[in-house]
């Protein structure tokens, strides 16, 4: 049996000469820049920054399977506990989204396969999330509207990628989903 190749030749090449190219800044950067700056100087250089993309979808796993666990019929019953460490855990994801380039550029190591693996890291991670959201928020009396709460996070997130391939460039606004 013959697998079909997934990645053309172009495709490849396209990867090969991909350069991360980012503009704009949220209202947000102001305080969380020199946070992550503080932040992946506490990083030891022998930790890679896949490691740390991986780490946050890890910790986006775990907390955002709490919320569904703990309110397997999604009606936003979960103690309250579950959901604060599901908002801390959305923050250290973040953290670590944050820090992963930038460790990324100070061990030298940055390159369109660890762009791509963060990428899709944080596809994963929108879906985990807007699941749990759609949990927290007792979306499941309406699984329409939840269905279409997660699939449109996921079509954000998608659009946003799209922008950037068909730009070359990742355009961050004042708000930001």
Known sequence: MRLKQVLTADHLRGLKNHKYNAKGTS?????????WRWLVNQVPLWVAPNLLTFSGLLVNIVTSLAVILYD???MGNSPGWVYLIC???????QALDGIDG????????????GELFDHGCDAIS??????AGASAAGLNEYPYLMLTFVVLMELIN????WQTYVSGCLYFKKVDC
Do not use: D
């Not at 908002?87 to 994801?93: D, Q």
């Open 27 to 35: 209202i947000s950067e102001v305080f969380m820049q020199p946070f």
């Open 72 to 74: 397997m019929n999604g």
């Open 87 to 93: 908002g801390i855990g959305l923050f250290a994801y």
């Open 102 to 113: 930038k460790q990324a550029r100070r061990t030298g190591t940055n390159n369109q396969l």
């Open 126 to 131: 929108t879906f985990l999330v807007a699941l």
């Open 158 to 161: 998608y659009i946003y990628h």
